[in-house]
């Protein structure tokens, strides 16, 4: 299962998917901008294959840096922004604005730029921004979602940094981390156009009954200052390509799966819903299927927090997956974020088996007490089950892998 998971993250690894996507160098300068988890990788990858002069900025999460040595990289706090986060990205925008017609501006773009370049929109504050953001990742909503609250909010994402490189050609390189792969949503989509409006985002918030600061509610009313629409000349200089994506590492990871003797099927690289509910699904499944199969997914699941433990997604799709496997002989799982961090915690993710709860059970542990208590993260560690990797430096979002050995059955 380990190796599976190391295959879907290879896939995805900078040094492997940026090269081949990189343009020729212009006949003026090239800037380097860009931000995520895997943009100090990124950034890395292109200053080892350019033939030419190139500096700039990017920022990633705290842990997350590389040593590159032209361009510049900042570490930053995610998933709720902070003060360094803000000022790379006012740098962000001072270094592509003033560029000409014969410059270019390259922005490598991953899974967690929407909180690592937050810089908010006049007249909200960065306290406002941190306040929404943490309720909002606590909610249950989709990553959509929240990134559309986020781009309605800020001075740079929704295609205000495509805005503010012209007239210089803009190439963004982006490593997508969420279901359906859309650009507007990869990192709040700061070089693209934004179909969504500042009604959609305070629909958002009533959806999820969040009540924000006052700041929020007017800037959000007012629909002042919107996001460049589909169609906006504003970036007609500016191109999207996508280098990796979840697909990608399912596929990976399916092949080996293929190598080694097993049928692989993937459920989809676009799984969404509550964690707990799309592991009772894929539990049914493994239980309609012969072994031996590797059933894989990615996507983004979420969770609803209602207890006061220490979770990450994949933790608690793993515990409820066990739970609805009642220890089925022949079926083990991973479930692992492929950035290495699940949620706010130091594992990428977790495995089970068919012994897990009866592990638990001899050492006390209660899987559904910590269930109910958003606790996973306590479950496997007591049972020492995690997978710990360490940042990774690149983001595919979630991989999943059920294994099934022999005849399974309903």
């Given at each position: 299962m380990r190796s599976l998971f190391h295959a879907a993250v290879a896939r995805a690894l900078p040094a492997r998917c940026v090269p081949p996507y990189l343009p020729a160098p212009p006949r003026g300068r090239t800037i380097v901008v860009g931000a995520g988890k895997a943009a100090a990788a990124m950034a890395k990858a292109v200053e080892d294959n350019w033939p030419g002069p190139i500096g700039g900025l990017v920022v990633t999460r705290y842990g997350h840096g590389v040593p590159c040595r032209r361009i510049e990289v900042v570490e930053a706090a995610h998933p709720v922004p902070d003060r360094r986060g803000q000022a790379a990205a006012l740098r962000i925008l001072d270094l592509v604005r003033g560029m000409g017609a014969d410059d270019r501006v390259?922005?490598?773009?991953?899974?967690?730029?929407?909180?690592?370049?937050?810089?908010?929109?006049?007249?909200?504050?960065?306290?406002?921004?941190?306040?929404?953001?943490?309720?909002?990742?606590?909610?249950?909503?989709?990553?959509?979602?929240?990134?559309?609250?986020?781009?309605?909010?800020?001075?740079?994402?929704?295609?205000?940094?495509?805005?503010?490189?012209?007239?210089?050609?803009?190439?963004?390189?982006?490593?997508?981390?969420?279901?359906?792969?859309?650009?507007?949503?990869?990192?709040?989509?700061?070089?693209?156009?934004?179909?969504?409006?500042?009604?959609?985002?305070?629909?958002?918030?009533?959806?999820?009954?969040?009540?924000?600061?006052?700041?929020?509610?007017?800037?959000?009313?007012?629909?002042?200052?919107?996001?460049?629409?589909?169609?906006?000349?504003?970036?007609?200089?500016?191109?999207?390509?996508?280098?990796?994506?979840?697909?990608?590492?399912?596929?990976?990871?399916?092949?080996?799966?293929?190598?080694?003797?097993?049928?692989?099927?993937?459920?989809?690289?676009?799984?969404?819903?509550?964690?707990?509910?799309?592991?009772?699904?894929?539990?049914?499944?493994?239980?309609?299927?012969?072994?031996?199969?590797?059933?894989?997914?990615?996507?983004?699941?979420?969770?609803?927090?209602?207890?006061?433990?220490?979770?990450?997604?994949?933790?608690?799709?793993?515990?409820?997956?066990?739970?609805?496997?009642?220890?089925?002989?022949?079926?083990?799982?991973?479930?692992?974020?492929?950035?290495?961090?699940?949620g706010t915690e130091a594992n990428a993710g977790c495995v089970i088996g068919p012994e897990t709860l009866a592990r638990a059970r001899r050492l006390g542990v209660d899987a559904d007490a910590h269930l109910d208590d958003n606790d996973a993260f306590g479950f496997f560690a007591a049972l020492d089950d995690l997978v710990v990797t360490g940042p990774t430096r690149t983001n595919v979002n979630d991989f999943r892998a059920i294994v099934v050995e022999g005849v399974s059955g309903a």
């Open positions: 390259l922005c490598l773009i991953s899974g967690g730029a929407s909180a690592l370049l937050s810089l908010p929109a006049p007249g909200v504050t960065l306290a406002d921004k941190q306040e929404i953001g943490a309720r909002m990742l606590k909610s249950g909503a989709t990553i959509a979602e929240i990134n559309c609250v986020r781009k309605h909010l800020s001075g740079i994402k929704g295609g205000r940094l495509g805005v503010a490189a012209r007239p210089a050609s803009l190439l963004t390189l982006a490593i997508s981390d969420v279901p359906g792969d859309d650009p507007s949503v990869i990192a709040s989509g700061p070089t693209v156009a934004d179909p969504s409006s500042s009604a959609d985002a305070l629909a958002v918030l009533e959806k999820y009954d969040i009540n924000p600061p006052a700041a929020i509610v007017e800037r959000l009313r007012s629909c002042a200052d919107e996001t460049p629409k589909p169609g906006d000349q504003r970036l007609s200089h500016a191109r999207f390509t996508l280098v990796a994506t979840p697909a990608n590492a399912l596929e990976a990871a399916a092949a080996l799966a293929r190598a080694r003797g097993y049928r692989a099927v993937v459920l989809g690289d676009a799984v969404e819903g509550e964690a707990r509910v799309v592991a009772r699904e894929h539990a049914e499944i493994a239980l309609r299927t012969d072994g031996p199969s590797v059933l894989v997914s990615g996507g983004e699941t979420w969770v609803r927090v209602r207890g006061g433990g220490r979770g990450g997604r994949n933790a608690e799709y793993l515990l409820a997956l066990a739970l609805a496997l009642e220890g089925r002989a022949g079926v083990h799982a991973i479930a692992c974020d492929t950035d290495g961090i699940d």
